[in-house]
């Protein structure tokens, strides 16, 4: 059943040993919620976790936003490169029901245009229940590139962002339709798969 009155929640996990001590102020979920302000038209809220590298606590927070808080999207950043400290991906597999592989594909495919060290990322996203739970990277700048994708100077696409899959994907599970704004991330869906705007709706 489809959920398509209902608020779309979703679950911004920060994961940085030195951001959750105050070492240093997170800015992933900032840019994060930043990012949402602009890309939806569709109403939403946020439930966020700033949390430590600890392999157990990811998973946790993970199940407790999934099961208890009822989001149908969650995204956590930080945490997914090679270091020993680095567990997030491991964390997001436990708690898995499917396994999402073209995510990661596609994210990695877009910071390599940018630095060849994308290929030590190991981000990965998952179904759970009724949420999709996608890993992104840490730094505010690679979020919206990999949300967004490349555009090219007259803002024409030139590789798609993740986020454009991510609204018929939670389509599909059960989760609200999500409206985006087009000039930030068009999302996509198949023809039959689109509602008409309400009259008026910008």
């Known amino acids: 059943m489809n959920e398509s ?56 927070t993970l199940r407790e936003l999934v099961d208890a808080e009822r989001c149908h999207l969650v995204l956590t950043t930080g945490g997914t490169g090679p270091a020993a400290r680095d567990v997030t991906p491991e964390a997001t597999l436990a708690v898995a029901d499917r396994v999402m592989p073209g995510f990661g594909e596609q994210m990695r495919q877009i910071s390599l245009r940018f ?44 590789v798609p962002g993740v986020f454009a899959a991510v609204p018929y994907c939670v389509d599909l599970i059960g989760g609200p339709y999500i409206e985006t704004r087009d000039e930030v991330c068009k999302a996509f869906r198949p023809k039959a798969a689109i509602r008409p705007q309400p009259t008026g709706a910008t």
């Not at 930043?34 to 946020?46: C, D, H, I, S």
């Not at 759970?128 to 090219?152: D, F, H, M, W, Y």
């Open 5 to 60: 009155s209902e608020l779309l929640r979703i679950g911004l996990v920060s994961i940085s040993d030195r951001a959750s001590q105050g070492v240093y102020a997170d800015q992933g979920i900032p840019a994060l919620q930043e990012w949402f302000k602009a890309a939806l038209r569709t109403p939403w809220r946020t439930v966020t976790r700033l949390i430590p590298d600890e392999q157990a606590l990811i998973e946790a």
């Open 115 to 158: 630095v060849p060290t994308a290929i030590l990322s190991r981000q990965v996203a998952v179904i759970r229940k009724g949420c999709l739970v996608i890993n992104l990277p840490g730094q505010p700048k690679s979020i919206r590139e990999t949300l967004e994708g490349l555009k090219g100077p007259q803002g024409e696409q030139l």
